[in-house]
């Protein structure tokens, strides 16, 4: 993705982001509006079921913001150009992992981000959707300091499984434990950490009212903060150095001075092609169209091109009713079909030889305890240290207390790179007399044995 290349009429400016379906680039519309585009990784839209999945997936999100914002990064559109698919959103950065890395996250702004993401996500469950990979890569913020969620259902709908809200509560939870341990000690942690445990136990709803209870412990509360933020770490896009504007590498852009005419797939020629069929007058606000199969209207230039296999400027050519001569049309036919039979032989050849892709495997789990008694009315704050293989995929476990509470199970999205994560478990304790609690954390999958792999450790509870 070159800077000053296109897609779709949104010029790239060359800071992009790894995702775990693909690549976030900045970009700026034609009418000069912040702007985000995300590049599919080219395997995870291989297939024809993966493709039909993706565009359910963002025809769900417009049919959701279809009323009114309700906290969804908002989706322009889903293109393909030539071999790639693309999402084009408002714009798509900084994330909350950026603000966390680059330290801009305060306590108001963490605050901010946990009661905002629980009240996006109770809508979207309440329309019986769910994000199914919540994480800080996947909470972006708004220019106006509003926390919004990015890439809602896409990793679970390109690897065919099924998104639920008990994923996102588990997930929610998680990752107001990791912004309760970046805060310390302190009363804004603890309240992040009975916000936590509240919506393990209670739901999101319980623990958005636990942080808007405790909204004294948090100074600069509120979206002024997080836009701030946003704007200090979000630099422009620089265009190309003065040695290379004209050269016939990078030809001047007249719309855009300064910046190379570079196309990327689908910049010109009429080759970005939508793959929603967007709202118009005769349908309702948000309706997005996949119909196909026999008895049904005919089908949009996106299934034809993904069905078929063809290019966008062959669909263009049969709508514009130019058939070719039927002489050209025989050879073609000729051609086309020893062709398809050279495909599909070195395709055939290639999946044999291909080998399987690499999975998330846990190979060791360490618990930790308070190393302190726990007082009076205390919580006991665990962690469970996950070790993997550094793959993609999703951690199964389940949290045993020795009190006989009711286990506490849980999914935690696992992004490529990471080789340790955290699971937390906060266990308050009340009344009086001396208590030995010991906590048990069980890994279900994937482990590297196949079979479930377990640690456990203990605290001391006075009053």
Excluded at 336 to 347: K, Q, S, Y
């Amino acid at each position: 993705m070159r800077e000053g290349a296109t897609v779709a009429g949104h010029r790239l400016t060359g800071r992009t982001r790894r995702s775990e379906v693909g690549t976030w680039a900045d970009a700026v519309s034609a009418d000069g509006r912040p702007s985000g585009a995300l590049r599919f990784d080219p395997p995870a839209v291989a297939t024809a079921g993966a493709r039909e999945r993706l565009v359910a997936a963002v025809g769900a999100d417009l049919r959701l913001q279809s009323d009114g914002p309700i906290g969804l990064l908002p989706v322009i559109d889903l293109v393909a150009a030539r071999d790639e698919v693309w999402l084009i959103t408002t714009r798509a950065t900084p994330s909350v992992a950026d603000l966390m890395a680059a330290g801009r996250l305060d306590l108001g702004g963490a605050a901010t981000v946990l009661v905002e993401t629980a009240q996006a996500l109770l809508a979207v469950h309440a329309a019986g959707a769910a994000h199914g990979a919540l994480h800080a890569g996947t909470i972006v913020i708004g220019e106006d300091g509003s926390a919004l969620l990015a890439e809602r259902g896409l990793l679970r709908a390109l690897r065919g499984e099924h998104a639920s809200a008990e994923q996102d509560v588990a997930a929610w939870a998680a990752l107001a434990g990791a912004l309760a341990a970046d805060c310390g000690q302190g009363h804004a942690a603890a309240a992040l950490r009975r916000a936590s445990a509240t919506a393990v136990a209670h739901g999101l709803a319980a623990a958005r009212e636990t942080l808007l209870g405790e909204r004294g412990a948090f100074p600069g509360v509120g979206r002024e903060g997080l836009a701030h933020a946003a704007q200090n770490l979000s630099a422009p896009a620089s265009p190309v150095s003065p040695e290379y504007r004209g050269s016939p590498e990078y030809p001047a852009s007249p719309e855009h001075p300064g910046y190379p005419a570079v196309a990327a797939a689908g910049s010109s020629g009429g080759e970005a092609v939508t793959l929603l069929d967007l709202p118009d007058a005769t349908e309702g606000p948000g309706d997005v169209m996949m119909r196909f199969g026999p008895g049904v209207p005919t089908e949009t230039t996106a299934a034809q091109i993904w069905r078929s296999g063809q290019t966008s400027a062959a669909v263009t050519a049969t709508h514009a009713g130019r058939p070719a001569p039927r002489r050209r049309r025989r050879r073609s036919t000729a051609w086309a079909g020893t062709l398809l039979l050279a495909i599909l032989i070195a395709a055939a050849i290639l999946w044999l030889r291909q080998a399987p892709a690499a999975s998330l495997a846990v190979s060791d789990v360490d618990v930790k305890a308070p190393s302190k008694t726990v007082r009076c009315g205390g919580t006991a704050d665990f962690v469970g240290i996950v070790t993997t293989n550094g793959e993609a995929g999703t951690i199964r476990y389940r949290w045993l207390r020795s009190d006989g509470r009711k286990p506490v199970e849980g999914e935690q999205p696992v992004s490529s790179g990471n080789t340790s994560v955290d699971l937390p478990l906060h266990w308050n304790v009340k009344g009086s007399g001396t208590f030995k609690g010991t906590a048990t954390l069980r890994i279900l999958s994937p482990t590297a044995s196949g079979k479930p792999i377990q640690d456990k450790a203990s605290f001391t509870y006075k009053c």
